[in-house]
């Protein structure tokens, strides 16, 4: 991706974007403690003049970054009423190609996903999927699944997994627990999971992998553990596995909110769907930036919410 200071007839972006010669988008930069909420307007009359002096470029510019030292508005237009969210960084300029050659963006395919008709599912596991793809469908980026143990919260995941790669094309799932038994038991639950519309049992169908060294793989669906996760994106080449047997909500010695700096290697768009599972723990209070790093939807699983809980979820 090429980044210049480009002249747009009587004005000039900050910057423009280009990936394989062709204009993408543009970023518009702005001192420390300016608030960016209100730049977009200014992004879109930059837009606007670079696909003017592009008219025979394959597309309009569709991308727009609005950007402090501090923080980063990014917005897609081609998403249906679309709008800006914040971002860790800028997102790698193959995932924006790789978005750029799908005909419809991740928030478009959202919206198309078929009533769910599975014969097999209780009536509060049906509840728990339709409304969370309608949550989805409205581009409500956290939604927290409440239901009591024992009612099958994880097969509950799985079949929405399953229903996102399947009908919108999902790429790149993370399942994120908090001890690696958790790991264990989320990627049988995977390899038994029987498609009720295919027959075939998911790993037939879609890559799984259990991480257990520092390398991601290129796969559907990756099961890890916050711990080890954080470990990777620090670019740390080994990890003690058994820092991940014990939950830092079982230790009440350290809550000290870690510290996450950009990782080229782990891109922010890596993943599209983040499924957290029992997200009431106080990890998630010491871990937030291990969330807050990836530009996905965050789906938590859990039976007893808190009130942190719930207003991370944003009430969803």
């Not at 309009?60 to 860790?88: N, W």
């Not at 991940?244 to 890596?270: M, R």
């Not at 807050?292 to 919410?305: N, Q």
């Amino acid at each position: 991706m090429c980044v210049s200071v480009f002249p747009i007839s009587k004005d000039n972006a900050d910057y423009a974007l280009f990936i394989d010669r062709q204009p993408v988008g543009v970023v518009e930069a702005k001192k420390i403690g300016w608030t960016l909420t209100g730049v977009t307007t200014q992004s879109e009359k930059y837009l606007e003049g670079l696909a003017d002096k592009f008219p025979n470029a394959p597309r309009k510019p569709q991308f727009s970054y609005e950007t402090t030292e501090i923080e980063t508005l990014f917005t897609d237009r081609r998403d249906p009423k679309y709008r800006s969210r914040y971002v860790f960084a800028f997102h790698k300029p193959e995932i924006l190609a790789e978005w750029l050659k799908e005909e419809k963006s991740l928030r478009a395919r959202l919206r198309e996903i078929p009533e769910l008709d599975y014969k097999n599912l209780w009536e509060c596991q049906t509840q728990a999927i339709s409304n969370l793809e309608r949550s989805l469908a409205a581009n409500r980026e956290r939604a927290l699944i409440q239901m009591a143990t024992g009612s099958g919260k994880t097969f509950v995941a799985v079949t929405s997994v399953y229903r996102l790669i399947k009908h919108a094309k999902t790429k790149r799932v993370l399942f994120l627990v908090d001890r690696s038994n958790l790991g264990r038991q989320a990627l049988r639950e995977f390899q038994q999971y029987q498609t009720p519309d295919d027959g075939r049992k998911f790993t037939e169908l879609y890559t799984v992998q259990h991480l257990e060294s520092q390398t991601i793989d290129d796969v559907s669906v990756v099961i890890s553990t916050v711990q080890r996760l954080f470990s990777i994106l620090k670019g740390r080449k080994e990890f003690d596995g058994e820092d991940e047997e014990l939950s830092e909500f079982e230790n009440k010695h350290d809550d000290t909110q870690v510290d996450i700096e950009y990782n080229p290697d782990i891109p922010i768009g890596k993943f599209d769907f983040i499924v957290i599972d029992e997200c009431h723990r106080s990890i998630y209070n010491k871990w937030k930036q291990v969330l807050d790093y990836f530009d996905s939807f965050l789906i938590g699983l859990t039976a007893t919410p808190s009130k942190h809980t719930v207003g991370f979820f944003d009430n969803n």
